[in-house]
């Protein structure tokens, strides 16, 4: 029988992943909705408004208390990993000392208690940038000096709705990427004068409410981004579409089967982006993203028994954590069956708009040449 017409082409990029440990974040059934990791310790958010450390084991190490709404986002400090940094619906941003658990190391509050629902931090700025719910008319990006517990500065003119996304560039320390769900991912290149106008460098127009959304490339010069209605995109730093994918549910199968996006990751020694989708019920699989079409790397039908609201890939290891909507978190590694990924059993991303060398098997840099609604489930919290 033929495969469906919109089935993805398969590809060894990555090993084959067997679950080898799995452990409840409680016996209540909490939703997992963050997952955060470093060589040594992860970081798991959940519905009932705590913060679970284990180590790489998936050993429970303790608990992190003081949120008391929904926390809305998990970050490791890219420079210090005893630091991690978490948003809450509570209208605080939290820094947490894992060498001193028990209670934050700093607090930083939104004015009027505003919700907070995304985070993202720069070390080599010293800024901790929050994005709020919209209250009134406005919503707001508010931005702290990480030394201090002052509100610094405050956007508002370039977001029409909620601010559901925030990424500090990978090495540009004053590059600050938002996304919001007026269906607009905007960039700003801050100068130390704060003057939004001035600031705001370029925008995105993603066509629907923005879900998740990340900054990739040898130099960090591309953008993916997800939104709420599943539509998956990519584009240059400077707001220029590069491919629209559309609708990542039209590739689904009876195998392969795709409800939603969890997200994407960069590899940058392959220099390739790998986006994880999931279903309702909980299967999950790894794709392979090139400017020409999605392809599939790994797929498990039952990966969880619910929703999987995160996951993430250790590209060193070939270790991949996942969590889901049904309290499960998960470790998975390299099968012992797995085959080592050489060049004769890569597949070479096609990308018919940039022009590549034949040692550049993933996305390269722009200047090298080229051409030319509220959040919904599964990810309402």
């Excluded at 960069?266 to 079409?293: C, F, K, W």
Aim: a negative charge.
């Amino acid at each position: 029988m033929d495969p469906p017409t919109n089935s993805l082409p398969r590809v060894d990029l990555l090993p084959p992943l067997a679950r080898t440990r799995e452990v409840l974040f409680t016996v209540d059934g909490e939703y997992i909705f963050d997952v955060a990791a470093t060589p040594t310790t992860v970081a798991v958010s959940a519905s009932n408004n705590q913060i679970k450390l284990y180590d790489t084991q998936l050993n429970l190490l303790g608990a992190l208390n003081g949120h008391i709404n929904t926390i809305s986002s998990l970050h490791f400090n890219a420079t210090d990993h005893n630091l991690l940094y978490s948003s809450s619906q509570d209208g605080t941003l939290c820094c947490w000392d894992l060498r001193t658990p028990a209670a934050p190391a700093h607090i930083w509050n939104a004015p009027n208690r505003q919700s907070f629902l995304s985070m993202h931090t720069s070390s080599g700025a010293f800024l901790i940038a929050g994005g709020t719910e919209l209250s009134g008319s406005d919503a707001h990006v508010h931005f702290y000096d990480m030394r201090s517990p002052q509100l610094a500065h405050s956007f508002s003119e370039s977001f029409g709705d909620d601010v559901t996304q925030l990424a500090f560039h990978p090495t540009v320390p004053t590059r600050l990427l938002s996304g919001s769900t007026d269906g607009v991912a905007c960039v700003f290149d801050l100068q130390g004068t704060w003057d939004e106008d001035d600031d705001l460098v370029g925008s995105m127009q993603s066509g629907s409410s923005v879900s998740k959304l990340g900054w990739f490339g040898p130099d960090g010069e591309y953008v993916w981004m997800t939104t709420h209605v599943e539509t998956v995109s990519l584009w240059t730093g400077e707001g220029d579409l590069l491919k629209d994918f559309g609708d990542v549910r039209q590739f689904s199968t009876e195998e392969v089967p795709i409800n939603y996006a969890v997200g994407c990751q960069y590899d940058p020694t392959s220099q390739r982006l790998y986006m994880l989708t999931g279903s309702h019920e909980g299967a999950l699989s790894i794709l392979h993203v090139t400017l020409n079409e999605l392809q599939l790397c790994f797929s498990a039908g039952h990966a969880h028994g619910d929703v999987v609201r995160s996951a993430v890939l250790d590209f060193g290891s070939g270790h991949l954590i996942t969590g889901g909507e049904d309290s499960k978190l998960s470790m998975w590694r390299p099968s012992p069956t797995a085959v080592a990924v050489t060049p004769a059993n890569i597949a070479e991303p096609a990308l018919p708009a940039i022009t590549i060398p034949a040692s550049n098997r993933g996305f390269r840099s722009p200047r090298d040449g080229k051409n030319g609604g509220k959040k919904t489930s599964p990810y309402a919290r």
